[in-house]
């Protein structure tokens, strides 16, 4: 198919080049502004679903506590957890 292309473009091997770039330039064009718009609708890209119980936020003894320790408000977004525990502070032997 390309040598077939490459055989119909006019204009000698210069004119060849420019035909074969402006032919990839309006390929792109035409997949980046009409295929792919028309597409993302129908690809799973976007479609996440997680889902938290408000009664059980978390399932943990430390829900309602922040990393400090100190209490947080149930309406607050911060994390429901502490997350301190994964990540000690370091050690002057490390």
Known sequence: MYG????????????KIVGSLA???ATGALLWYVVFPWAE???PFD?????Q?????????DAGVNGDGDQVDED???????????NP???PTR
């Not at 479609?47 to 889902?51: E, L, R, Y």
């Not at 119980?53 to 003894?61: A, E, F, H, K, L």
């Open 89 to 91: 502070e370091p050690t």
């Open 53 to 61: 119980d408000v009664d059980d936020p978390g399932g943990s003894q």
């Open 23 to 25: 032919l990839a330039a």
């Open 4 to 15: 077939w292309i490459w055989r119909k473009l006019p204009f000698g091997v210069p004119g």
């Open 41 to 43: 609708p129908l690809l």
């Open 47 to 51: 479609d996440v679903q997680v889902t």
């Open 76 to 86: 607050d977004n911060s994390v429901p957890y502490p997350t301190h525990d994964n």
